[in-house]
Each structure stands twice: as C-alpha cells, then as structure tokens.
C-alpha cells in the first residue's frame, strides 16, 4: 500500500515540474523544439553562424513532418537572419518572405509584423528603398508596443528602421520623425542599445537640416544614456556625429576630442566590424579634409587592413553557411522525394497482400498483379535513378557558387589594390609637394608651381577614384552607360579643344550586360586614346564607335590628325598601356596611322569576355 503511494506521489510531483517547465514555453511551441530555437541564438549569439544554419536544417530536415506552423516559422525567422548577418540578402529574403507567408496563414498579427520587419532589412541592404518602406510600415502597424523579445522584432525595430532608410534618401524630416518614435518605444521597454541608437539617427537628420545644435543635443543624450549600459558600437556613431557637429560649429578642439575617443572604443573587441569600418572611413575623409594627410593616409590603410582581415575571416564562413544552406534545401528536396516514394511503395504492398488473398483463388489474376508489381518497381528505379541526377546538379551548382564567389574575391582583392595604390601615391606626392611649398626655403614662383602640382595630383585622384568608383557600381553594368561615360569624358575634353566628335553608337546593345573588369578596361582604353588624341593628334574632327556583332564587341577612335610613326614611335606608355588593357579581357589591338595621315585606333574583344 505505502508503495502504492509512493509511485503515485512521484507521478504528481513529476506532473508538476513537467507544468512549470512547460508554462516558460511561448505559446504555441513544444519543449524540445524551444530548446532547439535557444541552442539556435546561442550559436548565432557567438557568431557561429554556420553551426547555427546546421541546426536549422537538421530540424527541417527530420523534423519538418512534426512541427506545427508556428514552429517552422521561427526556423525560417533565423534563417533569414542568419543570411542577413553574412551579406546573403537574397536568400535572407526569400527565408523572410517564407516565414511572413506561414504568419499570414496563422493569420497572427505579431508574427507578421515580425516576418516584415526582417524583409524590410533584406530590401534595404539591397538598395530596394520602396519595397522597404512599405515593408517596415505594416510591420510598425501590426507589432505591439511589448513583445517576447527574445522571439520577435519589436515595434522599435521598425521605427529605427524606418528611419534608417529614409537617413539614406537624405529625406531629413521623416528620418527625424521616426527616430523619435523609436527612442520614446526603445526607453519605454528599457532597451538602451535600441535609444542610444536611435538618438545616432536623431542627430544625423538633424545634420541633415543644417541645425547642429539640435543635433549636439541629441547626441548628448544618447551618450548619457551609455554612461548606464556601454555599448562600443552606439559610442562610436555618436561620436561621428559629434565630430560632424563640431566641425559644423567650427570648434576644432571638441571635434578633436570626440575623434580620440571614438580612437579609444575603435579598440574594443566589443565594437562590431561595421561600426569600426564606418568610424574608419569617416575619420580618413575628416583628416583628409582638415588637412592632415598623414593622418588621413594612416586611417586609410587602417581602413584596408581591417578590410582584408574582415574578409578573410568571414569569406570562408560564408561559402559555408552558403553550402549548408543549399545541402540543406537539396536533402529537404530528397527527404520529401523519398518520403513519397517509400508512401507509395506502402500502398502498393497493402494493395498486393490484400489482393492475394483473392489471388490464391484466381491465378489470373495473381499473374496481372504481380506483372504491375515488376512495372511498379521499375519505376522507382527510375525515380532512385532521377533522383541521383538532382544530386548531382545540386553539386555542380555548388561547385560553380563555390567558383563565383573565389572570382568575387578575387576581383574584390584587385579594386582593394588599386584603391591602395591609386590613394597611397597620390597622396604620398601631395604630401611631399606640401611639404617643400611649406618650407621656409620655397618662395614666389617655386610655391605657385608646388600648389599647382598638389592641385593636379589632387584632381588625378579624384579622377581615377571616380572611374573605379563607376566601373564597380553595379548600376553602370549595362553597355548603355558605358557610353554615356564616354560621351561625357570626350565632350568634357574635346569640345574645348575645338575638335568635332561623332559618335556611332547605334550598332551597339544598349541592354549588354558587363562586368566590372570589363567596363573598367573598355572606359580607361577609350579615356587613354582621346587623352593622347587631344594632346598630340592636332585633329579636327574625330568619330567614336561601339559595335556588337553576333560574337564580338567592336571599338574605335578614328581622327583626322597629324598621325605618327607607330614603327618607330617611344613616346611614353600609351601604346603598351593600351594594349595591356584590351590583352587583360583576351581582345585584340590593331593601331593605323602615319605622318600627316590621321590615326586609327581599333580594339575587338569577344562578348564572352566582358560578362560576369
């Protein structure tokens, strides 16, 4: 009887502690599956993303037939976050767009709200301004002043969002509007991070509208608010805008003091990578702009060696969390594809054993089924078969992501090196020419000669920081504003010269698609012919011309000027610089010319060099 007892005085305590566990469960999640969600955010807490990523998949994978909605939901939430955090907007999206989908059909408010605040993000960091606007607005609408904040966006999210994008439309007066919506949400639920974020987007509106001393107010009281809690990355931003309000009022001395302290929390391990990149880049134009050009050139290749560690840290971690993520969708795809089959394979022996019964009667029909048994099984060899070629697919697609992204890199390494070294001599010969016009030796014509060397080194800078600056952009990808890049340089230099440009141009696909190494060659080539035409050709007239044929891209400049000896010609590195260009994209050169016979310069590159 005692035993009796015992047992069932065991079974009601265990009752109670199953109770009390599951009542800290959100609604609508099981135990086991919350605790899957949490092991999730500690991983994406320490950066291990692609660990994190694996989870998901796992629980999608061999999980996917027992979670309800809600539960899948949150798998896709993080997902997109996850795609997020390492710079795969596009795949963030789509998981954001998922999980807003399974919201929609809980037909749950809150989740909604939080699903289109994660979109918003993806559109943002894709440049997709409409799309985010829209996005944030219904997530501010539908999402309650207070959430479980470990699960859900809260409202101030979106409103900081909100502001963020209308901070990059330079629309100052929305950007400000919002950011006090958010600093009142962000306060009322104790999120100091939130506010003192906030506050940032206040004050830079503010510079925005040309009132500094507003904006210093709001800076202020986003850093009183970090004397409660230290957050690096707040600091730092705040003290951007700080120098910004400063440099605004003229008071050197305080724009100074913000920029040592914002040195100090550069420093920190706790400060993100983005918040270290932004301080880095503004403090190098600050410096540049004072001027302090040691000081600029030092921030500057600070600025590329945190670039290129950046890179090489995360690059590797996300080919991973990329390779996870399509591993993952290639053995859901499996999964389910098997799942089918083996279903259908169950029916049929269902099917079989019931039909033998009567077959042990009517061999006839004994021979009929088994006959459709031996076709039933040749089909899912067939399918087995299908299935492996999926695979395969799946694996070469990798391979080839796998081979665009090392290409990225690459291309990434080369425009880093070109910025270094365009920056580094141009402001190394400013810095010397400086120097020596400043020195107490160097007077009258000597300084007026040094200035106008700083001058020239400047606007060559300039220059060719704007030609990198284009041919990277990928809103010049189309062979339309390559030409409206040519046209602008060869007005801009000929028509001060006096000589007639004619343009060809009609035989040319405007809608041609080009990489940056080809627009980047292709401008600088055309840019280095017009630069010696207009200085040595002594020309009248001269026709520049674009031509696609089914399996090439033809150019020319053709002048009426004075020519020369090609044969025997030493002049400079034009010739070699324009040859190396166009042998860079595997294209052809071909030069015409002679004394007093005008000069013809042609180049042919194959189309399938100049896409990505």
């Not at 086991?32 to 998949?57: K, P």
């Not at 292709?522 to 207009?534: D, S, V």
């Given at each position: 009887?005692?035993?009796?007892q015992?047992?069932?005085?065991?079974?009601?305590?265990?009752?109670?502690?199953?109770?009390?566990?599951a009542?800290?469960?959100?609604?609508?999640?099981?135990?086991?599956?919350?605790?899957?969600?949490?092991?999730?955010?500690?991983?994406?807490?320490?950066?291990?993303?692609?660990?994190?990523?694996?989870?998901?998949?796992?629980?999608?994978?061999?999980?996917?037939?027992?979670?309800?909605?809600?539960?899948?939901?949150?798998?896709?939430c993080?997902?997109?976050?996850?795609?997020?955090?390492?710079g795969?907007?596009?795949?963030?999206?789509?998981?954001?767009?998922?999980?807003?989908?399974?919201a929609?059909?809980?037909?749950?408010?809150?989740?909604?709200?939080?699903?289109?605040?994660?979109?918003?993000?993806?559109?943002?960091?894709?440049?997709?301004?409409?799309q985010?606007?829209?996005?944030?607005?219904?997530?501010?609408?539908?999402?309650?002043?207070?959430?479980?904040?470990?699960?859900?966006?809260?409202?101030?999210?979106?409103?900081?969002?909100?502001?963020?994008?209308?901070?990059?439309?330079?629309?100052?007066?929305?950007?400000?509007?919002?950011?006090?919506?958010?600093?009142?949400?962000?306060?009322?639920?104790?999120?100091?991070r939130?506010?003192?974020?906030?506050?940032?987007?206040l004050?830079?509106?503010?510079?925005?509208?040309?009132?500094?001393?507003l904006?210093?107010?709001?800076?202020?009281?986003?850093l009183?608010?970090?004397?409660?809690?230290?957050?690096?990355?707040?600091?730092?931003?705040?003290?951007?805008?700080?120098?910004?309000?400063?440099?605004a009022?003229?008071?050197?001395?305080?724009?100074?003091?913000?920029?040592?302290?914002?040195?100090?929390?550069?420093?920190?391990?706790?400060?993100?990578?983005?918040?270290?990149?932004?301080?880095?880049?503004?403090?190098?134009?600050?410096?540049?702009?004072?001027?302090?050009?040691?000081?600029?050139?030092?921030?500057l290749?600070?600025?590329?060696d945190?670039?290129?560690?950046?890179?090489?840290?995360?690059?590797?971690?996300?080919?991973?969390v990329?390779?996870?993520?399509?591993?993952?969708?290639?053995?859901?795809?499996?999964?389910?594809?098997?799942?089918?089959?083996q279903?259908?394979?169950?029916?049929?022996?269902?099917?079989?054993?019931?039909?033998?019964?009567?077959?042990?009667?009517?061999?006839?029909?004994?021979?009929?089924?088994?006959?459709?048994?031996?076709?039933q099984?040749?089909?899912?060899?067939?399918?087995?078969?299908?299935?492996q070629?999926?695979?395969?697919?799946?694996?070469?697609?990798?391979?080839?992501?796998?081979?665009?992204?090392?290409?990225?890199?690459?291309?990434?390494?080369?425009?880093?090196?070109?910025?270094?070294?365009?920056?580094?001599?141009?402001?190394?010969?400013?810095?010397?020419?400086?120097?020596?016009?400043?020195?107490?030796?160097?007077?009258?014509?000597?300084?007026?000669?040094?200035?106008?060397?700083?001058?020239?080194?400047?606007?060559?800078?300039?220059?060719?920081?704007?030609?990198i600056?284009?041919?990277?952009?990928?809103?010049?990808?189309?062979?339309?504003?390559?030409?409206?890049?040519?046209?602008?340089?060869?007005?801009?230099?000929?028509?001060p010269?006096?000589?007639?440009?004619?343009?060809?141009?009609?035989?040319?696909d405007?809608?041609?698609?080009?990489?940056a190494?080809?627009?980047?060659?292709?401008?600088?080539?055309?840019?280095?012919?017009?630069?010696?035409?207009?200085?040595?050709?002594?020309a009248?007239?001269?026709?520049?011309?674009?031509?696609?044929?089914?399996?090439?891209?033809?150019?020319?400049?053709?002048?009426?000027?004075?020519?020369?000896d090609?044969?025997?010609?030493?002049?400079?590195?034009g010739?070699?610089?324009?040859?190396?260009?166009?042998?860079?994209l595997?294209?052809?050169?071909?030069?015409?010319?002679?004394?007093?016979?005008?000069?013809e310069?042609?180049?042919?590159?194959?189309?399938?060099?100049?896409?990505?």
């Amino acid at each position: 009887m005692r035993t009796k007892q015992f047992f069932l005085i065991a079974s009601l305590y265990l009752c109670i502690l199953q109770t009390i566990h599951a009542s800290n469960v959100p609604f609508g999640l099981r135990p086991d599956v919350y605790e899957g969600l949490q092991n999730i955010v500690s991983l994406m807490n320490r950066s291990a993303y692609d660990s994190a990523q694996a989870l998901i998949v796992r629980q999608l994978l061999y999980q996917k037939s027992k979670l309800n909605k809600r539960e899948e939901y949150f798998l896709y939430c993080y997902e997109a976050e996850i795609m997020y955090y390492n710079g795969l907007f596009e795949i963030g999206l789509t998981s954001a767009q998922e999980a807003r989908n399974l919201a929609n059909s809980l037909e749950n408010d809150t989740l909604i709200g939080s699903a289109q605040n994660l979109v918003g993000l993806q559109y943002m960091h894709l440049l997709k301004y409409k799309q985010a606007k829209k996005s944030f607005k219904n997530a501010i609408e539908l999402l309650p002043s207070v959430t479980d904040k470990d699960l859900y966006s809260q409202r101030y999210h979106a409103l900081a969002n909100l502001a963020e994008v209308f901070l990059y439309q330079n629309n100052a007066d929305s950007a400000a509007y919002f950011s006090k919506l958010a600093i009142a949400e962000a306060l009322s639920q104790g999120s100091i991070r939130g506010a003192s974020f906030s506050y940032w987007s206040l004050a830079e509106s503010q510079i925005l509208n040309n009132t500094p001393l507003l904006a210093r107010q709001s800076s202020k009281e986003g850093l009183a608010l970090l004397e409660k809690e230290e957050v690096e990355d707040a600091h730092l931003f705040l003290c951007i805008s700080m120098i910004k309000v400063y440099d605004a009022l003229g008071k050197a001395d305080s724009a100074g003091m913000f920029l040592e302290k914002g040195k100090e929390y550069e420093e920190s391990l706790n400060a993100s990578d983005y918040a270290k990149l932004s301080f880095l880049k503004f403090t190098a134009k600050h410096s540049l702009a004072q001027p302090n050009v040691e000081e600029s050139y030092n921030r500057l290749n600070k600025l590329e060696d945190l670039r290129n560690a950046i890179l090489e840290r995360h690059e590797k971690q996300r080919l991973q969390v990329l390779i996870g993520f399509y591993k993952g969708k290639e053995e859901l795809v499996k999964a389910q594809y098997l799942s089918e089959n083996q279903q259908k394979e169950i029916e049929l022996k269902s099917n079989i054993n019931y039909v033998l019964i009567i077959l042990m009667l009517l061999t006839a029909l004994l021979a009929y089924f088994g006959f459709r048994s031996i076709k039933q099984k040749q089909h899912i060899i067939k399918l087995k078969y299908q299935a492996q070629l999926q695979q395969n697919q799946a694996e070469m697609e990798i391979v080839a992501i796998e081979n665009k992204l090392n290409a990225i890199h690459t291309e990434r390494n080369r425009i880093a090196s070109d910025l270094h070294d365009d920056v580094g001599a141009a402001l190394s010969s400013i810095h010397i020419y400086s120097s020596v016009a400043l020195s107490k030796q160097m007077q009258g014509k000597v300084v007026v000669e040094l200035l106008s060397k700083i001058t020239q080194a400047s606007t060559s800078l300039l220059e060719r920081m704007s030609d990198i600056i284009w041919s990277i952009n990928q809103e010049n990808g189309k062979l339309r504003d390559l030409k409206l890049r040519i046209k602008a340089f060869a007005a801009d230099l000929l028509f001060p010269c006096g000589i007639v440009v004619i343009y060809n141009f009609e035989d040319a696909d405007d809608e041609l698609a080009l990489s940056a190494s080809a627009r980047k060659n292709i401008y600088l080539t055309f840019k280095e012919a017009i630069n010696n035409l207009a200085k040595h050709a002594n020309a009248s007239k001269v026709t520049i011309g674009l031509k696609c044929t089914a399996i090439n891209l033809e150019c020319y400049v053709v002048d009426d000027g004075v020519g020369f000896d090609a044969a025997n010609t030493t002049k400079g590195n034009g010739m070699y610089n324009l040859k190396r260009r166009v042998g860079s994209l595997n294209g052809e050169f071909y030069i015409n010319t002679g004394p007093y016979n005008g000069t013809e310069i042609r180049f042919i590159i194959p189309l399938t060099n100049i896409s990505d």
